[in-house]
């Protein structure tokens, strides 16, 4: 008897996602534990294996679809079983699922009832480019194909091609508090609605990780009360220390950004001020305050803003969390975090400093209490003193930026906590200590 796969629970609260790419197609063979599709939520892209041994039967869903948890995603039958309908009933089309082609002499051969090993963003430069995964010879470990694997075939067909499409393009090495998508990424997509379309205008539609955002910042805007405290921190010797650490770093992108200290002095003034590691239970109106440091840094990805969380970040050195946070922005630059590196975040940082501004506002990821920016350092002219003995000097400035729910806190407790983050700041050997 066929068995009919739903989306199941992802868990985090997750009640939805997005098709974004269909594995396999009616009458393919595929085994207990295969991927059958990725799906895109509000954490993450994950691929979907499958619960049963047997032939695939019909594909109830296809890329762009969003699905809710307990929609039918495939059926499947054992072999030998007679089809229940004709293929032609198949509910949707994938624009990946063609017909298994005859293989030429070089091709590479599959696995049987094994999908082509490759990540979702290499699936997606596929699809952007018109190939066929089957077809492109693997050079990754375990004969996994890459997205230069991906290139390449593209180039060999020797036909005209558009360029790839820019979030295919790695990300900058930065944490940033928003996505980077270029206009022309936007001006590409086809319109959509009814009616014509005016001229000079285009629609877009809100798709994958933009309608997450859109939806989580509504959220963020219309159920929490923002309030903003911003200040100015004097790094100079922070930023001396930090460059004299890296000057013994052989690896530039092993090199020590500021966010890492940023991270560390947050964990030490959330031990201090609990209210701020906490989220607001509406329904019982009770305020509860973690006991764990999980920090979420803001990352500006090809497909969006993303927040992977450091994990027990109070039990991790400046050097861990580093570590930690090249590899996660690693994950996001490739499409490749898992639900688990996006959840569970207590405190959110969003440093927008390596692309500029002097300040921002930034919206708290809720249902978190808080969440800190910090713009572009700058040199600026401070004068100290009094009014009858003072003195000019030129030190590094860095504009920092507090938003915090004003249920949970009030407007002194923000500056409160604003003062004692400048204080560890300037104090590069008082963070030592504390830290």
Do not use: C
């Not at 619960?51 to 030998?80: C, I, M, N, W, Y």
């Not at 997205?147 to 295919?168: F, G």
């Not at 497909?303 to 570590?323: C, F, H, M, T, Y």
């Amino acid at each position: 008897m066929p068995k009919v796969f739903r989306l199941p629970d992802l868990g985090e609260g997750i009640h939805e996602g997005e098709i974004v790419d269909v594995l396999v197609q009616p009458g393919e063979s595929i085994t207990e534990g295969q991927p059958l599709l990725i799906v895109e939520t509000d954490k993450a892209s994950v691929e979907i294996p499958s619960p049963f041994t047997g032939v695939v039967e019909t594909v109830h869903v296809q890329s762009g679809q969003v699905v809710r948890v307990g929609d039918a995603l495939v059926t499947v039958r054992e072999k030998g079983e007679a089809l229940e309908a004709p293929p032609m009933q198949v509910a949707a089309k994938s624009p990946t699922m063609e017909p298994t082609p005859v293989r030429e002499h070089g091709e590479r051969e599959e696995r049987e009832g094994l999908p082509v090993a490759a990540s979702p963003a290499t699936r997606r430069l596929a699809r952007e480019l018109g190939v066929d995964l089957r077809k492109v010879r693997p050079s990754g470990p375990g004969g996994r194909v890459t997205a230069e694997d991906v290139r390449q075939a593209a180039q060999a067909r020797q036909e005209p091609q558009e360029p790839p499409a820019k979030l295919t393009e790695a990300a900058p090495e930065m944490e940033v508090e928003g996505p980077s998508r270029p206009a022309e990424d936007l001006l590409a997509s086809e319109p959509v609605g009814l009616g014509a379309v005016p001229e000079g205008e285009r629609r877009v539609p809100l798709r994958s990780v933009r309608r997450v955002i859109a939806r989580r910042m509504q959220e963020s805007w219309a159920r929490v009360p923002h309030v903003t405290h911003h200040e100015g921190v004097d790094i100079t010797d922070l930023e001396r220390l930090r460059e004299e650490v890296n000057r013994d770093v052989l690896m530039p992108e092993k090199r020590l950004s500021l966010t890492p200290f940023l991270v560390k002095a947050v964990v030490a003034l959330l031990k201090e001020y609990p209210f701020f590691n906490a989220r607001l239970d509406e329904q019982k109106q009770e305020i509860v305050l973690h006991d764990v440091y999980n920090v979420g840094v803001a990352v500006d990805s090809p497909r969006g803003l993303v927040v992977p969380v450091l994990k027990n970040a109070d039990r991790k050195s400046i050097q861990e969390l580093a570590a930690e946070l090249r590899l996660l922005s690693q994950r996001a630059r490739s499409g490749e975090l898992s639900p688990e590196d996006v959840s569970g975040g207590t405190f959110t940082v969003t440093n927008i400093g390596p692309l500029g501004g002097r300040g921002f506002t930034p919206l708290i990821n809720y249902p978190q209490v808080a969440i800190l920016g910090a713009g572009k350092a700058r040199l600026e002219p401070v004068v100290t003193g009094s009014l009858e003995d003072h003195t000019l000097t030129v030190r590094l400035i860095l504009p920092v930026v507090l938003a915090f729910d004003h249920r949970v806190v009030d407007g002194a407790d923000g500056a409160r906590f604003v003062n004692r983050l400048k204080a560890l700041l300037e104090n590069p050997k008082k963070m030592v200590v504390v830290l």
